[in-house]
């Protein structure tokens, strides 16, 4: 343990992987966590750079230090991996999740809902006279917030992506 006593606390880690877009990578991305008996709180993948065949992975999770630090070198050591970027520690982010939130309401509840959404500025994608699916883009907490507000209204059922992360500044992955 060091001096602040953090050595063993538990903290949330965004990491951002650049691979080789290539058969096999996210199944050993994945395995490298689920072989050591690491979460994944959060996962998302895409194809950033045809032409260079490159992917990211963007990964939350969660861990001590000693734990997070034998992620990422764990991840670095990955032969389809190109660049490994720990956003929670190597600089500024910017952290966004979408969800798709379907409500099912009617009269004032229906009206209620609608007043959520304008509070966190959700747009309403679709609609019928019984129900109607939100979409809410910003932090995991901020939906968190939506859902738990909208929940007693009627919340039939929720989509989220997962986290997606970028470094701010001029920095390239």
Do not use: C, W
């Amino acid at each position: 343990m060091n001096e602040t006593g953090t050595q063993n606390e538990t903290r949330s880690h965004t990491f951002s992987v650049l691979v080789d877009n290539e058969t096999g990578v996210l199944h050993r991305v994945v395995g490298l966590f689920s072989g050591r008996g690491y979460n994944i709180d959060s996962l998302t993948v895409s194809e950033v750079d045809p032409v260079s065949g490159y992917s990211k992975i963007t990964i939350v999770t969660s861990g001590s230090e000693s734990v997070i630090n034998q992620i990422r070198e764990q991840l670095r050591r990955l032969v389809p991996v190109q660049k490994v970027s720990d956003l929670t520690t190597d600089g500024r982010s910017v952290q966004r999740e979408l969800a798709l939130v379907k409500v099912n309401g009617t009269g004032e509840d229906r009206v209620d809902a609608m007043a959520i959404g304008d509070k966190f500025q959700a747009q309403i994608v679709d609609s019928t006279t019984e129900s109607f699916v939100f979409e809410i883009v910003g932090s995991s907490d901020t939906v968190d917030r939506f859902i738990s507000e909208i929940m007693p209204l009627g919340l039939v059922d929720v989509s989220r992506t997962g986290i997606v992360a970028i470094a701010r500044g001029a920095e390239e992955m």
